[in-house]
């Protein structure tokens, strides 16, 4: 079992805002709106909403689970539920998901960045470089710095908001109508596909031990969540009325695409601006990610967090390296999505229920 | 740190480095349809070491708009860059024949170009409007075509030109695209018309004084200036001779916000059009009475006429065209549930569509004087 880490390691509660924000908001915001709109239409961003709803169910379930026993992180609540063979595999899974989330981010940024920059540059390069960035910053610093990085880059990444607001000049906002055409079953395939874009907000399992005042952490979390939700549904919205229903079921990247109308007298193309600095948001990602693996690797095979780093980082470039072409990658993601909506969106609630049951018996036992 | 230094310095040489000097900017591109094949020719803008740029117009024949680049590419010292693409145009007889949206693919895929390029359709051939040697004071003839279409955007007489907005309507069920349409006079090009498309297929043209109601009816006006002429019995209480030729009015300032609803779907659509405009009065041929509170509305009633007049005619040379620039169909599709409806089947429907159109205008200032 792990033992709660010391005041020294820790940080202050409102992080946790920046933290579970910054995790979540990724990649997929860059393209979710074509993903969701093959299945819900003009409803897709109705989609958007209930799994932000859905979602805030979800992290009050993780917090009243953390709460609920002296277990403060997911890998002790396995053990602790399970036992030690079944908790063990349960652990193992929860750290091939961090390992398929982290490798999914690397290529699929690196994909874009080559796409849209450098059509030369090799693709194990660029995941090299991103790997190398994880290490170096996760070598020295560890969980302050992660929660530092996504405080830092929130800040330098919000405004970009406001810019997303330009493509309206081309709006036609007939688009969204008429408003909930989309069946149950389409609503509902709409919200599985959410699920990537909003995947993140699980890493509160993990950060959870070391936040100082364990009882604000809930109200945080819940803001940050919030903060995704609306700017999953503002892009979304966006993206409807910007393109027409057809275009966008061809456009990759939405929101990149959207950025090429944004023109300033200084810079012309604007996207070559959000790219590079896409880098920032995707970096707590990364970091975060590549820490929860190490984490869990402490909690597998004991080994230290700095020698799991090395190896975490070793396998995921190989991973990465197992992919090329953009309709493998994009398989990929979409198996990262599907495996985290089960991990994040459903199992929660079962692991609650397994906790209470747990606690349950054993104070009956006594 | 020092390794990471290292690292960061070796590989930010990877990516090739571009000389200005040695790179070719194409600013504008034009294609044309020669038997099976295009032809087209690009102007490609090169700068000295020292002084000004130069401008040339290249030209190669090939099967598809990739092999036309590399033709290009041979026939330059210079590494041609796509990046600063300004304007594309489109030969007529390939517009009208094969369409253009195979060639707009190429735009939209390469990251390269961005989607605020403005295509146009050149009239007679795209070559014409690209080789022609009168371009102002700009450095070559696709800043010259990129100011000309813009400048136009600008003052809302042409109401689409981006490779987005074509790409758009091109996809969009129910409605069609619109281009600017260059023709050449005393060899510089200028825009008198406005290309309607259908599909990706060029149909026909309208005057802008016609482009002028479309773009009235398919969104929102908000600066711009209009001619119109009425005839002399609707403004004869405001006049002080009676007789004589009809009369020219000049409005400015045009304000507009539109509404289009769906009132019933069978057995045919029919669709009810309000528009509601705000403008000042400029000019009038005649001479007037004060034009007052009281008597006003004579003007106002005149021009709503008028205008009527014109959006119906308006109207049936765009169906008889079978295209529709204003969005009649994408209403529809949007106003009924649970509808899929196809380009086909819109297509049939709009044929006989109803439109009734409302012009509601109110002057808001008559210049100067009353």
């Known amino acids: 079992m792990m033992k709660t880490p010391n005041e020294r390691l820790s940080v202050n509660a409102y992080l946790v805002f920046f933290l579970v924000h910054t995790a979540q908001i990724g990649l997929g915001i860059v393209g979710v709106q074509r993903v969701i709109f093959v299945e819900a239409r003009q409803d897709a961003w109705i989609a958007v909403l209930i799994s932000g709803l859905w979602i805030h169910l979800i992290v009050f379930v993780i917090c009243q689970t953390l709460k609920s026993s002296e277990h403060d992180n997911i890998f002790s609540l396995h053990t602790f539920v399970y036992g030690r063979v079944l908790g063990w595999i349960m652990n193992a899974a929860v750290v091939v998901y961090f390992l398929m989330a982290y490798t999914s981010i690397l290529l699929g940024y690196v994909e874009m960045a080559l796409t849209w920059m450098y059509p030369d540059f090799p693709l194990w390069g660029g995941a090299l470089i991103l790997v190398l960035l994880t290490v170096y910053a996760l070598y020295g610093g560890g969980f302050r710095l992660v929660a530092g990085v996504s405080f830092l880059t929130f800040f330098m990444a919000i405004w970009i908001v406001v810019v997303v607001f330009q493509p309206l000049k081309y709006a036609e906002w007939i688009h969204l109508l008429p408003i909930l055409e989309a069946t149950p079953k389409q609503m509902m395939n709409g919200v599985l596909k959410t699920s990537y874009t909003m995947l993140g907000f699980e890493v509160l399992y993990i950060i959870y031990p070391f936040v100082k005042e364990k009882e604000r952490v809930h109200r945080y979390a819940q803001l940050g969540v919030l903060l995704t939700t609306f700017l999953v549904a503002i892009v979304t919205v966006i993206a409807i009325v910007f393109f027409s229903p057809k275009q966008l079921d061809v456009t990759i990247w939405a929101s990149l695409s959207m950025f090429t109308i944004v023109k300033f007298p200084f810079i012309e193309r604007f996207e070559y601006i959000v790219i590079p600095l896409w880098l920032l948001v995707i970096l707590p990602n990364l970091l975060l990610f590549m820490w929860a693996m190490t984490r869990g690797g402490k909690a597998l095979f004991h080994i230290k967090q700095k020698y799991g780093l090395f190896i975490f980082a070793c396998l995921s470039f190989f991973v990465a390296m197992m992919f090329e072409k953009r309709a493998t990658i994009n398989e990929f993601i979409d198996q990262v999505g599907w495996y985290g909506f089960w991990l994040s969106f459903v199992y929660p609630f079962f692991l609650y229920v397994f906790v209470r049951m747990k606690t349950w018996a054993k104070g009956s036992a006594k | ?370």
């Open chain 2, 1 to 370: 740190m020092k390794w990471f230094i290292v690292v960061m310095l070796l590989l930010s040489g990877c990516v090739s480095p571009r000389v200005l000097e040695r790179q070719g900017i194409i600013t504008a591109t034009g294609f044309d349809k020669k038997g099976k094949m295009y032809e087209g020719g690009s102007v490609m803008l090169s700068f000295k070491k020292m002084g000004s740029s130069m401008s040339e117009v290249i030209e190669a024949t090939n099967k598809t708009s990739k092999g036309f680049r590399q033709d290009l590419e041979a026939q330059t010292s210079h590494d041609l860059g796509s990046g600063q693409i300004r304007v594309v145009v489109y030969g007529k007889e390939l517009a009208e024949k094969d369409g253009i949206f195979g060639l707009t693919d190429t735009l939209q895929r390469d990251a390269n170009i961005g989607s605020l390029v403005y295509l146009a359709v050149g009239e007679p051939s795209a070559k014409q409007v690209i080789k022609s040697k009168k371009h102002e004071d700009t450095p070559d003839i696709g800043t010259y075509l990129y100011r000309l279409i813009e400048k136009n955007l600008r003052s809302e007489s042409l109401l689409a030109a981006t490779l987005h907005e074509f790409i758009h309507s091109y996809y969009d069920v129910g409605k069609d695209a619109v281009l600017p349409c260059l023709s050449v006079r005393d060899d510089k090009p200028i825009i008198e018309k406005v290309a309607l498309f259908r599909g990706d297929k060029f149909v026909g043209t309208v005057r802008l004084d016609e482009s002028f109601y479309i773009k009235m009816l398919s969104s929102e006006y908000n600066t711009g200036l209009k001619n119109m002429t009425v005839s002399r019995e609707d403004v004869a209480p405001l006049l002080i001779k009676k007789k004589g030729k009809k009369v020219n009015i000049v409005i400015n300032e045009i304000k507009t916000k539109r509404k289009i609803k769906l009132i019933s779907q069978k057995p045919t659509p029919h669709f009810r059009v309000t528009v509601n405009m705000q403008t000042e009065i400029l000019e009038i041929s005649d001479k007037t009475k004060p034009i007052m509170k009281d008597n006003v509305h004579i003007l106002e009633r005149a021009i709503e006429k008028q205008m009527k007049k014109e959006i119906d005619q308006l109207l049936v040379k765009l169906k008889r065209y079978e295209t529709d620039p204003i969005g009649f169909g994408q209403i529809y599709d949007h106003s009924v549930r649970k509808l899929q409806l196809t380009d086909k089947q819109w297509l049939q429907l709009y044929k006989d569509a109803r439109i009734d159109v409302d012009v509601n205008v109110s002057i808001l200032r008559t210049g100067t004087i009353d």
